[in-house]
């Protein structure tokens, strides 16, 4: 496959195009560029695709050259870093999952980024984004895949702080910027552990040694490393601690949030344990930690999205719990699962957002869902194809959702009934959230009457890509029917040589042996309950909802709120810290460094120099005087 390479380039030039000669083409020329790259980027990962899929093995590893070589090859220390690709099942699904939806987000973009001013700039950020991303999955070695995961942190800091000219966008694009900063310092010392391990940084030649050593029963330095990598994930993907900037990141446009949330950056720490599915599997511990984290983050944002008004940010925190899930299937040993829901998330988040961004675009950029309400007569595309995302997303049958959700919560259950009880109060949390939404968005009398009045469907640009990716909502999870619901799980047997690298240990699922329909009846029930107490709830206003609230105003302040986190790392991280930078800035900086080692020199030159000034009478006499006393004085020294 020797077009492989221009999968990833072509959207940087893509990037070079619209960022240096953009403005003077026009949007026009800009808009067909920026669409068309990546269009060609998801038609060759077809091409790669379908060629992986005929090669031996299922696998391609491409080698361009050497990109990075210290020492003599073999010798102990040494390190060689190749410059190539992987397409493999894994990376194959990725790269067509990244370019098709990132393509679809293009074309939607135009659109809804027609009126602005920056639309060179924006579209030059969007395809670097994919180039990024791009490079990230197809990294055949950790260097080239941390390029990509800085790249799209780069870029993100870019895109959500798009509007620079308001206070709220730099500031929520710094935040995603650092706190990602926080995640990737992990990721490099866990790079470290593995090459101090291993002795090499290219993921075929990890795993090949990996599939020599027996899973560690304590904590040892494959833990260390797995834990590390973790943190790089948790960053990435948003998870507790490191969550706090993805509903930040709603300050970008709505397309950013899609491209974003949906199929790309917050998935990258998903896709990083899957690449290194074996040395996972081999560390118990992490195994554990990376289960109880994804729960705890699910349940923990889907509480929050219960409340919250802004439509972008009730989709924010629906993304953070279900990135919450994704972990949870891996910790689980369902990386199959995992992975799965990944590719199911991607179709629905993405047709959620950008369905969103038809809302908003209706409502002159109104984000308030209590300041909405009827707009199914108004937008009648917008709120079917949001209505089979929701379905999907609240997991039910036969919907996309459903499949992904319920094996990953059979594989919790298996692993501790108590994660499966915290992944189904979760799943019930966002059936009723998502059900809120709609109701607050669709149903009801309009609450703002003036932009009622003037919405308006928004144009094909926009609503083409809601109608393909409700397809994908709908139809994408028979990709992968569980064994128990009679599908022969399609998709975790194509994805196992690639999460496996033919190792036996190496956790992939594995098939149902207990009451997995019960269980998955039992949650899906418990979510249809939880959806309609959400709609009936709000689909007349907003009564019935306050009076409730009313009830427990402890509970709803905490939730309206978001638990006060940001508050709490306000008072008791950043305050000080900025307390502490300010202190050692007055120490260092203006006292030892201005003070010490710049203005007393200068002041003592100056008092030099007055003094010296005081001898400069212009009088011979006195200088005849002063000569002829340090004549003595000499002569004094030396007869001494």
Same mark, same amino acid.
């Given at each position: 496959m020797?077009?492989?390479?221009?999968i990833?380039?072509?959207p940087?030039l893509?990037?070079?195009v619209?960022?240096?000669a953009?403005r003077r083409?026009?949007?026009?020329?800009t808009?067909?560029?920026?669409?068309g790259?990546?269009?060609?980027?998801?038609a060759?990962?077809?091409?790669?695709?379908l !060629?992986?899929k005929?090669?031996?093995g299922?696998?391609l590893d491409?080698?361009?050259?050497?990109?990075?070589s210290?020492?003599?090859?073999?010798?102990?220390?040494?390190?060689?870093?190749?410059?190539?690709f992987t397409?493999?099942?894994?990376?194959g699904?990725?790269?067509?999952?990244? $370019?098709g939806?990132g393509a679809?987000i293009?074309?939607?973009?135009v659109?809804?980024?027609w009126? /602005?001013e920056?639309? !060179?700039?924006?579209? $030059?950020y969007?395809?670097?984004?994919?180039?990024?991303?791009?490079?990230?999955v197809?990294?055949?070695?950790?260097?080239?895949i941390?390029?990509?995961w800085?790249?799209?942190g780069?870029c993100?800091y870019?895109?959500?702080?798009?509007f620079f000219e308001t /206070?709220y966008a730099?500031a929520?694009?710094?935040?995603?910027?650092?706190?990602n900063?926080i995640?990737d310092?992990g990721?490099v010392?866990?790079m470290?552990a +593995?090459?101090?391990?291993f002795?090499?940084?290219?993921?075929? &030649?990890?795993?090949?040694?990996a599939?020599h050593l027996?899973?560690?029963?304590?904590?040892?330095?494959?833990?260390f490393?797995?834990l590390m990598?973790?943190?790089?994930?948790?960053?990435k $993907?948003a998870?507790?601690?490191l969550?706090?900037?993805?509903?930040?990141a709603?300050a970008?446009p709505t397309p950013?949030?899609?491209?974003?949330h949906a199929a790309?950056?917050v998935t990258?720490?998903?896709y990083?344990?899957?690449?290194l599915a074996p040395l996972?599997?081999?560390?118990p511990?992490t195994?554990?930690v990376?289960?109880?984290?994804?729960a705890?983050?699910a349940l923990?944002?889907?509480?929050?999205?219960?409340v919250?008004r802004d439509i972008?940010?009730? +989709? !924010?925190y $629906?993304?953070?719990?279900?990135?919450?899930?994704?972990?949870?299937g891996?910790g689980?040993?369902?990386f199959a699962a995992?992975? =799965?829901h990944?590719f199911?998330?991607?179709?629905?988040?993405a047709?959620?957002f950008?369905?969103?961004?038809?809302?908003i675009?209706?409502?002159h950029h109104?984000q &308030?869902?209590?300041?909405?309400?009827?707009?199914r007569s108004?937008?009648?595309?917008?709120?079917?194809?949001?209505?089979?995302a929701t379905l999907?997303?609240m997991?039910l049958?036969?919907f996309?959702?459903? =499949?992904s959700? /319920?094996?990953?919560?059979y594989?919790?259950?298996?692993k501790?009934p108590?994660?499966w009880?915290?992944?189904?109060?979760?799943?019930?949390?966002t059936?009723?959230?998502?059900?809120?939404?709609?109701?607050?968005?669709?149903?009801g009398?309009?609450?703002d009457h003036?932009?009622f009045d003037?919405?308006?469907?928004?144009?094909?640009?926009?609503?083409?890509?809601l109608?393909?990716?409700?397809?994908?909502s709908?139809?994408?999870?028979?990709l992968?029917?569980?064994?128990?619901?009679g599908?022969h799980f399609?998709?975790?047997?194509?994805?196992?040589?690639?999460?496996?690298?033919?190792?036996?240990h190496?956790g992939?699922?594995?098939?149902?042996a207990g009451?997995?329909v019960?269980l998955?009846?039992i949650?899906t029930?418990l979510?249809?309950?939880?959806?309609?107490?959400?709609?009936?709830?709000y689909?007349d206003?907003?009564?019935?909802a306050?009076?409730?609230? !009313?009830?427990?105003?402890?509970?709803h302040l905490?939730?309206?709120?978001?638990?006060?986190?940001?508050?709490a790392?306000?008072?008791?991280?950043?305050r000080p810290i900025r307390?502490?930078?300010?202190l050692l800035?007055?120490?260092f900086?203006?006292?030892?460094?201005?003070?010490?080692g710049?203005?007393?020199?200068?002041a003592l030159?100056r008092?030099a120099g /007055?003094?010296v000034? +005081?001898?400069q009478t212009g009088?011979?006499?006195?200088?005849?005087l002063?000569m002829?006393?340090?004549?003595?004085?000499?002569l004094?020294?030396?007869l001494?």
């Open positions: 020797n077009t492989a390479w221009l990833p380039v072509l940087l893509g990037f070079l619209s960022g240096l953009g083409l026009g949007k026009v020329p808009a067909f560029v920026s669409v790259v990546v269009a060609a980027s998801f060759l990962a077809v091409a790669a695709f !060629a992986m005929a090669a031996p299922q696998r491409l080698v361009y050259g050497t990109w990075m210290v020492g003599a090859a073999g010798a102990p220390g040494s390190l060689s870093v190749p410059f190539g397409i493999d099942p894994l990376s699904t990725m790269m067509l999952v990244v $370019s939806i679809l293009h074309l939607y973009s659109g809804y980024m009126e /602005d920056g639309f !060179a700039r924006f579209f $030059s969007l395809n670097l984004f994919v180039f990024f991303m791009l490079t990230l197809m990294g055949s070695n950790l260097p080239m941390f390029i990509g800085e790249g799209v780069l993100s870019l895109l959500i702080g798009y /206070d730099p929520a694009g710094l935040k995603a910027f650092l706190t900063r995640g310092l990721m010392v866990g470290m +593995l090459f101090a391990q002795g090499t940084l290219t993921i075929g &030649d990890l795993l090949t040694q599939g027996a899973p560690e029963v304590g904590f040892g330095i494959l833990t490393a797995t990598l973790f943190v790089g994930a948790t960053g $993907s998870q507790i601690p969550y706090v900037w993805l509903p930040d709603m970008g950013v949030s899609a491209l974003i790309t950056m990258s720490g998903i990083l344990l899957c690449r996972f599997t081999l560390a511990i195994m554990n990376v289960a109880w984290v994804g705890a983050t923990f944002a889907a509480t929050i999205g219960l919250q972008k940010k009730v +989709l !924010a $629906s993304t953070v719990s279900q990135l919450g899930y994704m972990f949870l891996l689980a040993s369902g995992g992975f =799965f990944v199911t998330h991607a179709w629905f988040k047709l959620l950008l369905g969103a961004g038809s809302v675009h209706a409502m109104e &308030d869902l209590f300041r909405m309400g009827g707009l108004k937008l009648p595309v917008t709120f079917w194809t949001m209505l089979i999907a997303i997991g049958p036969p996309s959702g459903f =499949f959700k /319920d094996e990953i919560l594989l919790a259950f298996l501790s108590w994660l009880g915290i992944g189904v109060v979760g799943a019930c949390c059936a009723f959230y998502m059900w809120r939404l709609m109701a607050l968005a669709f149903w009398e309009p609450r003036h932009a003037h919405a308006h469907e928004s144009p094909w640009q926009m609503t083409a890509p109608a393909v990716l409700a397809v994908g709908a139809l994408a999870g028979f992968g029917v569980p064994e128990a619901f599908g399609a998709i975790g047997r194509f994805l196992e040589p690639a999460l496996t690298f033919g190792q036996a190496a992939h699922g594995g098939h149902h009451p997995a019960l998955a009846v949650s029930g979510g249809l309950a939880a959806a309609a107490t959400g709609f009936l709830l689909k206003g907003l009564g019935k306050e009076a409730m609230a !009313a009830r427990v105003p402890g509970l905490v939730l309206l709120n978001k638990y006060f986190v940001d508050e790392i306000e008072g008791y991280l950043l307390w502490f930078g300010n800035w007055k120490l900086d203006v006292i030892l460094i201005d003070g010490v710049v203005n007393l020199p200068g030159t008092v /007055d003094f000034a +005081l001898l009088r011979v006499r006195n200088y005849a002063g002829g006393v340090g004549l003595l004085a000499l004094w020294a030396f001494k």
